[in-house]
């Protein structure tokens, strides 16, 4: 799967908006994930939604080592890169 950082970002305001039911335009990526209202239970429904459109699997434990949706964001696009040769 190819995603821009953007597009990625922008999939995930999506999922928090709709986890959350905030505005979609009230979700700043540079938040942190509790002051947007997402606790551990929330943050596991949202790896869970994440997955089904990434088609990979997430740790949970990557919500707190990367409690941003940039941050995270970041984290997944580096997993998401193909392997470079050496």
């Not at 190819?2 to 700043?28: C, G, H, M, W, Y």
């Not at 997402?38 to 997430?58: P, Q």
């Not at 696009?77 to 470079?84: D, E, G, K, V, W």
Request: net charge negative; glycine share 2%; charged share 30%.
């Amino acid at each position: 799967m190819s995603l821009t950082k953007n597009e990625l970002i922008e999939l995930f305001k999506r999922e928090v908006a709709a986890e959350t039911r905030d505005d979609i335009q009230d979700i700043s990526e540079h938040e942190n994930f509790l002051t947007l209202g997402l606790d551990s239970v929330t943050c596991i429904f949202l790896m869970e939604r994440l997955e089904k459109h990434l088609s990979i699997e997430l740790n949970p434990i990557w919500f707190w080592d990367y409690p941003t949706i940039d941050a995270f964001s970041d984290h997944i696009l580096m997993l998401l890169q193909p392997a470079q040769k050496k």
